[in-house]
């Protein structure tokens, strides 16, 4: 089996499934004008991760790892009028285009973009005092994905969903050894998970118009 044919059928289930978005062409047109890689969700797991709040009825989203804000816009889709979707860029140069996207999307009001480290933007949110976020999308560096994981659950209450991008990588997880920090990351992700009481967790593989992958899924218990 081909990264060909998962491509074709992916592009085929995104035909039958999703109308034509003139909003987030234009925000993946104007991300590629802008010279940023095109690592953003497909348009077919754009609309999982729209389901997956709506499902869970979340009305506070939290995003870390906004690019050019494609993944958010779909999630901030998933609100209702009175929720609010907060999206952590370290890249100033992606944190602005993704607010002029939000702006034609008309989600401005909904989406507070917070430009910085997420290490850093993190621990503020939790001084904060909000609400906890009800659904969680984690998309930043892999690096670091436990350590994110690890301010979802401070973030969180029981019943949040924490999700985690890019959990595959075509398979190179396997590999124990390796010296890449986002392999490595992505390794001690599910060795947290495995010891934490806190969630119960599944993870799917994917294959598409972006290659072989997974997300990690994670509900909060306690
Ligand atoms: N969620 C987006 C894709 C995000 S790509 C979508 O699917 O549409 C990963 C993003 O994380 C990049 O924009 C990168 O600049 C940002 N990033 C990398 N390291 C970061 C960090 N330490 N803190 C916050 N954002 C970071
Ligand atoms: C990369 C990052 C992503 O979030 C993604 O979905 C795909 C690729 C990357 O950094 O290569
Ligand atoms: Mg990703």
Redesign the pocket.
């Known amino acids: 089996m081909s990264e060909d044919l998962w491509s074709s059928v992916d592009s085929y289930l995104t035909s039958k499934l999703l109308p034509p978005d003139e909003i987030l062409e234009s925000v993946l047109r104007d991300s590629t004008d802008a010279g940023l890689p095109a ?3 497909t348009p077919a797991q754009g609309r999982f991760l729209n389901l997956l709040a709506r499902i869970q009825g979340a009305k506070h989203v939290l ?6 804000g ?2 958010t816009i779909w999630l901030a889709r998933a609100l209702p009028p009175e929720g609010s979707l907060v999206t ?4 100033p140069h ?1 944190a602005s285009l993704a607010r002029r996207n939000f702006k034609r999307a008309g989600l401005s009001t909904l989406i507070e973009v917070r430009e910085g ?3 850093q933007v993190l621990p503020q949110l939790k001084s904060e005092h909000r609400p906890p976020f009800d659904f969680v999308f984690l ?3 892999k690096e ?1 994905h436990p350590d994110y994981f690890e301010w979802a659950l401070e973030l969180s209450r029981p019943g949040t969903v924490i999700i985690a991008d890019n959990v595959v990588r075509g398979g190179a997880i396997l590999d124990s050894d390796t010296d890449d920090p986002n392999l490595r990351g992505i390794r001690r992700l599910f060795d947290l998970i495995e010891a934490s009481p806190r969630v119960e967790a599944s993870a799917l593989q994917t294959v598409g118009s972006k290659g072989y992958d997974g997300f990690a899924i994670a509900v909060v218990i306690t």
């Open positions: 690592i953003n969700v995003e870390i790892g906004t690019l050019g494609y993944s952590v860029e370290l890249d992606c480290s997420a290490l998309d930043a560096d670091h």
